[in-house]
Antibody, heavy 114, light 106 residues
Framework: QVQLQQSGAELVKPGSSVKISCKASGYTFTSYDMHWIKQQPGNGLEWIGWIYPGNGNTKYNQKFNGKATLTADKSSSTAYMQLSSLTSEDSAVYFC???????WGQGVMVTVSS | DIQMTQSPPSLSASLGDKVTITCQASQNINKYIAWYQQKPGKAPRQLIRYTSTLVSGTPSRFSGSGSGRDYSFSISNVESEDIASYYCLQYDNLRTFGGGTKLELK
């Protein structure tokens, strides 16, 4: 069965960076886009961007250009998102989701605090 | 970028009611809309894709319709387990979520 297993919660300092992961199993990793979605506490869902692991192509929501960097490791079927220059506005749960967003990871809580 | 305007932001219903949520896209999205249910602390769950196709496991009391820019999602005979937030998603061009609708019990 399709599973997306995300890394654990992160507590990071303002101005720093964080890299979170999403390990895929149960399907051919290189055949589907992997998307990333942000949800701030009490708020709605916001699409960050996608990566196509087959060729590494990426597409971003303009709002997240320069904030998020998406990569993928075909050998381990793992997608990554790095968030840089973190501020309190980046404190949120981050989800990965496949393709037409039919399967989702469990989410990673990132807290930015000094 | 395509914008999705979802309404209402919140909805109060009694058990057994029928409720409807709408999403309007800023341009034609060619029926490429999906609907999600999210409960607190959980990842969203896809209920419907391509406007009206129920995802495996979605109860038949859920339905979707629409075309062009205008789409709707309904729950007939609301049950207690349906209390959640609901989101639309367009996937015709990149991805855009609607603002969400919180369904509460009256």
């Amino acid at each position: 069965q399709v599973q997306l297993q995300q890394s654990g919660a992160e507590l990071v300092k303002p101005g720093s960076s964080v890299k979170i992961s999403c390990k895929a199993s149960g399907y051919t990793f290189t055949s589907y886009d992997m998307h990333w979605i942000k949800q701030q506490p009490g708020n709605g869902l916001e699409w960050i961007g996608w990566i196509y692991p087959g060729n590494g192509n990426t597409k971003y929501n303009q709002k997240f250009n320069g904030k998020a960097t998406l990569t993928a490791d075909k050998s381990s079927s793992t997608a990554y998102m790095q968030l840089s220059s973190l501020t309190s506005e980046d404190s949120a749960v981050y989800f990965c989701a496949r393709g037409v967003l039919d399967y989702w990871g469990q989410g990673v809580m990132v807290t930015v605090s000094s | 970028d395509i914008q999705m305007t979802q309404s209402p932001p919140s909805l109060s219903a009694s058990l057994g009611d029928k409720v409807t949520i709408t999403c309007q896209a800023s341009q034609n999205i060619n029926k490429y809309i999906a609907w999600y249910q999210q409960k607190p602390g959980k990842a969203p769950r896809q209920l419907i894709r391509y406007t009206s196709t129920l995802v495996s496991g979605t109860p038949s009391r859920f339905s979707g319709s629409g075309s062009g820019r205008d789409y709707s999602f309904s729950i007939s005979n609301v049950e207690s387990e349906d209390i959640a937030s609901y989101y639309c998603l367009q996937y015709d061009n990149l991805r855009t979520f609607g603002g969400g609708t919180k369904l509460e019990l009256k």
